[in-house]
């Protein structure tokens, strides 16, 4: 079904083919003002619920916290999206060095301040060209890495001793107002995910299906370069149905960011056989469903930070 598909109509996959990079291998969504409008209120949600740009229990703001001796932490933030994340931290620490580096150009959503730069490269083949960091940031991102042990390994190398890798990624299901998967697969919202999860599945395997393995593939691979590996879950509400302040303003933003996928994961769904009228009826739903908040779902993140051995 899916070759027919593509084989009658080569413009999909033309446009597949620009969703997923000229590799035909990493993007999810086009890398363009819209997705990077997307990323950068998710980032904003995300913020929001850490209080703050990483968790507190992550080590990373005593390590980027300023020095008696100067010394100016090095980040990389791996897959930077739009950028905003390396714009929040070289904000927030005007001290440190931040690089952003990603596949695509980056359309900053701000100007980026003096102490924070962009450059474009593969976190697969890339990593080594930049020197040595102190923090290593990839949030959202591995579903654009083929080889999870060689990345981490990298990563480890490029870390000084004592540095930390964070690595934050969605848990790829949807959460009821209970924090319980959807059991069944309702129309609309959770029915869309779910047949995105599964195309995804199907063009990215079989790494995709490592994801929800991160945390033992970080700490089983070669030589365990870790001291420590240790990480936390949070959810985002999408949609303000949460009565605090902050946690209405970061369901609003994510309301606002999931509002732009239904029609952004189409191309993808159509090159695997669905229709452009169950799409359609989908993402009207779905839109309704976000719109009218008849529908109440959280997105659950997991996150992982490795702390660098202090000796080689
Ligand atoms: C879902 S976005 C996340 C962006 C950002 N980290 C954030 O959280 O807002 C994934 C980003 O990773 C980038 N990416 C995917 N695979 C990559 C790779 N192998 N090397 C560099 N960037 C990559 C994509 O181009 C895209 O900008």
């Known amino acids: 079904m899916e070759a027919t598909n593509e084989e009658q109509n080569p413009a999909l996959r033309e446009l597949y083919g620009r969703m997923v990079n000229n590799t035909s291998e990493a993007y999810m969504l086009p890398a363009d003002l819209i997705e990077h409008s997307r990323l950068d209120m998710q980032h904003e949600a995300i913020c929001i619920v850490l209080d703050g740009p990483f968790p507190r229990e992550s080590g990373v703001h005593k390590i980027l916290s300023p020095r008696a001796d100067g010394y100016r932490p090095r980040v990389l933030d791996v897959g930077t999206g739009a950028g905003s994340w390396a714009i929040a931290i070289a904000k927030a620490y005007p001290h440190v060095e931040v690089l952003g580096l990603d596949l695509a150009p980056v359309n900053a959503g701000s100007s980026p301040p003096d102490n924070c730069h962009f450059e ?170 976000m719109k009218n908040m008849t529908v109440k779902f959280y997105m659950k993140w997991d996150s992982l930070w490795a702390i660098n051995k202090s000796s080689e």
Request: glycine share 8%; net charge negative.
């Open 120 to 289: 474009k490269g593969d976190a697969g083949t890339d990593l080594g060209r930049f020197g040595r960091f102190d923090v290593v940031h990839a949030r959202a991102v591995l579903q654009g890495i083929k080889d999870f042990a060689a990345f981490f390994k990298n990563v480890s190398d490029i870390l000084n001793p004592g540095g930390i890798f964070l690595t934050i990624e969605p848990v790829m299901e949807l959460f009821n107002e209970a924090k319980e998967p959807f059991g069944i697969q309702e129309e609309g919202q959770p029915k869309l995910f779910k047949a995105y999860v599964e195309a995804t599945m199907v063009e990215k395997k079989p790494w995709f299906a490592e994801l929800p393995n991160v945390r033992f593939l970080l700490d089983n691979i070669p030589g365990r370069p870790w001291e420590a590996v240790e990480g936390n879950i949070f959810y985002l509400p999408v949609g303000p149905f949460l009565p605090d302040p902050p946690h209405r303003v970061a369901g609003e933003l994510m309301r606002q960011a999931c509002m732009r996928m239904p029609k952004g994961v189409q191309p993808l769904l159509l090159l695997h056989g669905y229709n452009q009228e169950d799409l359609d009826r989908w993402a009207a739903l779905a839109e309704a469903q």
